[in-house]
């Protein structure tokens, strides 16, 4: 019987020790130098890191993993497992611009896990050597570069005492910094999961042998959630191979990722909507005359909200490569489900539901609504009343509730939370409920994704909580008002409706015309309209220093004009529309000059 991820990594290295697991691109090219691991060598790897946890009594403990893109990540998460140590994947410190805020969220997280040692790679584990002063909090945690763990270290691995139930790892949710919420995934939520990846996205015996084991192209980060449970876990689930690079590489030169599909020709490949954009913006002629993309069976597409214009942009655009239309793949999951819960049908194109006929956006292809797919074997999705915990009808929009056996265990030691979040009853059906605080409707058995319960900011595929832009806008400058501050999300092509200081906002980012952005609506005496400009910079440095986000717009308005509830909350939903509507109390022009 398989319990874990560790079992299936032991049958592969006996069956097929030489097959390659993984290539990592080092550079993102694939001229340039490669790595590759076998499934022997990952296995063997994999035991010594865990042997070093074991001989250590870490077992059940948590192991803050902190390694730079690349394969030693992957030997030191399938380390923990074989160890039965939770693993706590992480994102490292790099670069000036990121270090404070990569600090500040691994401080909470090693607090909130309660890490008893970090795994990572030499740099990584040298710079945090070099900062015990500065954290005292790491004095007491072992610092490693599992590395320099000995190939012989292997042979004293003692196989683990797994259950269904234990936990394999926290995927900590990247929305909120202040207080991070850890699921506990469990290692039959692991195994689950990736059998529903595996039958929603046809990766079948005969589809392997096929590909000749060539399954994955992957440039995602292996310490999100898609990145990691999709191309990495399901390469291990499955015994076959992935190609991997740095997500940096990939924002460097996009065209990177669509060279990679066309050299190893995989049959699974994807990212959120903003990375099909980013190709689009670097599709040259030079570039689709020499691409091959006829292999690409599964483009998924997920994390974000999927357009349907740039669906078509892209299958019209790269058609002439031999991409189909048919391989375009929106989805939906989220970390609290392990996750994926929706996948379209291999082989056909996804569903779009045409605007209503009576909205503004009437007769317009590309504002349709587009499917992400159905739930995989054993999930139960509906769609419930978030107030009244009744299932609605079909075509009715309300809160995606999930059920199955990929459903985490919880928040880690967050009991109010698990309770709230994963202990939902729904009339007329048995068993718990995930509430996922996404809003959607179905048709036809198949779901469509509408937008999200609590004003989660997703950008670029990751989560923010606009309570964390607002206090970093509002401590950024005095001359705002504190508790009066709106931030919320427009779509890229409806910024421009905007009645803010400027399009402009974006510039320098990649992204900074299309998809979701950021915008701050905030307050400010009339006394500091003179300095606007200077207000409006130090906010915008801010937030791009604290949550490395451009915001697409900041409006200062007049104090006492943003939109609260009775109670005083701030009401982000009429904020934005009035934002849209051009209607919001804009501090005089004339002050502005």
Known sequence: MVRSLVDLL?????????????????????????????????????????????????????????????PEFICGYLGCLAAGVVAVPGVPPQGRAQNHRALTRMKRLIADADAKVILGGREVITALSGMVEHLPDLADITLVVTEDIPDEAAASWREPDLTADSVAFLQYTSGSTSA????????????????????????????????GHEMFVSWLPVYHDMGLIGPVLNTVYLGVTATLFSPLHFLQQPRRWLSAIDRYRP???????????????????????????????????????????????????????????????????????????TGSTVTTPPTLLQASENGPHAGQADAAAVSCGRPGPGVTVAI????????????????????????????????????????????????????????????DGELFVTGRLKDLLVIDGRNHYPQDLELTAEMAHPALRPGCTAAFSVDGGDADHGDGDGGDAGAGSDTSSFGEQPVIVAEIAPDSAGEAEKITDVVRSAIGEAHGLSVRDIVLVRPGTIPKTSSGKIQRHASRAAYLDGT?????????S
């Not at 980013?278 to 599709?283: M, P, T």
């Not at 915990?389 to 698990?418: F, M, Q």
């Not at 919001?584 to 004339?590: E, H, R, S």
């Open 267 to 341: 049959h699974t490949s994807g990212g959120p909507n903003f990375a099909y954009e980013l190709c689009l913006k670097h599709a040259g002629p030079e570039l689709l005359d020499r691409l091959d993309l006829s292999s690409w069976k599964v483009a998924f597409n997920g994390a974000e909200p999927v357009r349907a214009a740039t669906l078509r942009r892209f299958t019209d655009t790269f058609a002439p490569a031999g991409f189909r239309r048919e391989a375009l793949y929106p989805c939906y999951g989220l970390a609290e489900a392990t996750l994926m819960v």
């Open 384 to 443: 419930a009343d978030p107030e009244r915990h009744e299932e609605l009808p079909e075509g009715e929009v309300g809160e995606i509730w999930v059920r199955g056996a990929s459903v985490a265990k919880g928040y880690w030691r967050n009991a109010l939370a698990t309770r709230e979040t994963f202990r939902a009853t729904l009339t007329g059906h048995e068993g718990r409920f995930l509430r996922t605080g996404d809003l959607g409707f179905l048709c």
């Open 180 to 211: 991070p919420r850890g699921v506990m995934v469990t290692h039959q939520n692991l195994l689950d999961n990736e059998r529903v990846i595996t039958e929603r996205m046809g990766h079948t015996p005969d589809t392997i042998a096929e590909y």
């Open 10 to 70: 032991t049958t592969h290295a006996s069956h097929h020790p030489d097959r390659t697991a993984y290539r990592y691109l080092v550079t993102g090219d694939c001229d340039g130098e490669i790595q590759e691991i076998s499934y022997g060598r990952l296995t063997q790897r994999s035991r010594a890191v865990a042997a070093w946890l074991q001989e250590r009594g870490l077992a059940g403990s948590r192991a803050m993993l902190l390694y730079p893109p690349g």
């Open 584 to 592: 919001l109390a804009v501090i005089d022009t004339l002050a502005l």
